[in-house]
């Protein structure tokens, strides 16, 4: 599995970034895929689901203001992140759901950093 994320960038609070996520190995329309992001000294945070049937999932935090999307024929997984807020500053990775031993392996990631 290979995971690219890109996207990210610095922005100011209120702004918007769209995050992409390249894949191999896997998939986008056959499994589950997510949007994470791993606050300092904690695990990995799903922030943001969709399921081959569409079906979409957020945390509290991010409702109304994120979109997960993906694009079947690029492979490709999106996260339009709109009203953007300072705690939404992190790195963020994209994934497939883990397996009974975890993640197969990780993206370098997509560092967003929101500006007060």
């Known amino acids: 599995v290979q995971l690219v994320e890109s996207g990210g960038g610095l922005v100011q609070a209120g702004g918007s970034l769209r995050l992409s996520c390249a894949a191999s190995?896997?998939?986008?329309?056959?499994?589950?895929m997510g949007w994470y992001r791993r606050p300092p000294g904690k695990q990995y945070e799903l922030v943001a689901r969709?399921?081959?049937?569409?079906?979409?999932n957020y945390i509290d935090s991010v409702k109304g203001r994120f979109t997960i999307s993906t694009d079947n024929a690029k492979n490709t997984v999106y996260l339009q992140m709109n009203s953007l807020k300072p705690e939404d500053t992190d790195v963020y990775y994209c994934?497939?759901?883990?397996?009974?031993?975890?993640?197969?392996?990780w993206g370098q990631g997509t560092q967003v950093t929101v500006t007060s």
């Open positions: 994934n497939e759901d883990p397996g009974p031993h975890g993640w197969r392996s």
């Open positions: 190995g896997v998939s986008v329309s056959l499994t589950p």
């Open positions: 969709i399921t081959p049937t569409l079906r979409t």
